[in-house]
């Protein structure tokens, strides 16, 4: 089922900057990639330097309608997770994630319906932490009946780690001692994601040497191997 | 100073910045109360040590025993999580699983 989830328990982490930068590679390494955003805030294009004004279409099962933006469809699916046929499909098991797309949702920290409905569909959750106490304590938070440290789908991405704090570098090793291989990457505090967002320009255009390009270029490629997609970009190539 | 870092402001012919490393090892980690509460936190941690066991953060973190006796940590603050370094990464969670089951066994047979 080629659905990656990403969905953390507490919202403002990136969340969507990662979903965003995920797609992008995928599309990058031969992948046919559609990012979903089911959040209202509808901000996952920013990522991709569009205007707030710029409306998606609504994201149709059988492909197609969505906008293509740096090797991705980009489609909006905020409507389709309240949508009652969607949702009765997905609870029977159907999934309307087919084919050999690769489909990247961004679901809001809130949205914990949404989240558990795509769960069972996804290849990997990934969780995206701040080296903040608020974000820490939302570990708590990931899944009702499974402890974080056990989540056999779910990978953890430590955004905007900056060393030169110390409750910021304590987390890291912290983090990395806790979850262990979960934990596939960390990305570096850079001013740059926001001023590319503003500038409506994609970062690698925007900033090409940025240091959270890089390491959100790491983190995507670690996802495509711990989803096993590698394999899959081998074979398309 | 590092070596990349010495090597850069060769190329840039630069003299006059100052450099610092912001590195830690577990020895000079300070267990923070967020990281206590996340160890006894059976959401997190399955089976939660307890509050005391959570203070001795050597105990819970073999690391950081090796890195007060003066081991050099076998990784850096600033390394990549390449595929390579995985293994080293199960090896440590096997570790802290192990040292939770340790713990779960000590309280188990203390009740009995």
Known sequence: MPLILCHSPK???GNSFVAAHVAMHLARNGH???ALDFTYQDALKLYFGLLPSQTLAEFRSGGGGGLAVAGVELSSAYQLARD????????EGRTPFSG??????DVAAGDRETKDLLLPHALLQICTLLPQPASLASLGKIQADTPAVELPRTVFVLNQLDDTHRF???THIFLRELLGDRLIGTIRRDEAVN?????FEPIGKY???SAALSDVAQVAKRIEARAGLEAEADRIS | MRSDA???LARLGRKDFRYREFTDNFADMELWPIFEALLTDDRIVGKPVSALAARNMEDIMPSAARASAGVTPEYGLFEQYGTDQLASRREKQGELNAFLQRLSRDDAEETD
């Open chain 1, 207 to 209: 900033a090409p040497a």
């Open chain 1, 32 to 34: 046919d990639a559609v």
């Open chain 1, 195 to 199: 001023e590319a967002a503003a500038m």
């Open chain 1, 168 to 170: 910021s570098r304590h």
């Open chain 1, 84 to 91: 009652r046929d969607f949702v009765a499909a997905l609870r």
């Open chain 1, 100 to 105: 050999r797309k690769i489909h990247v949702a």
């Open chain 2, 6 to 8: 010495a090597n850069l």
């Open chain 1, 11 to 13: 919202g403002g982490t």
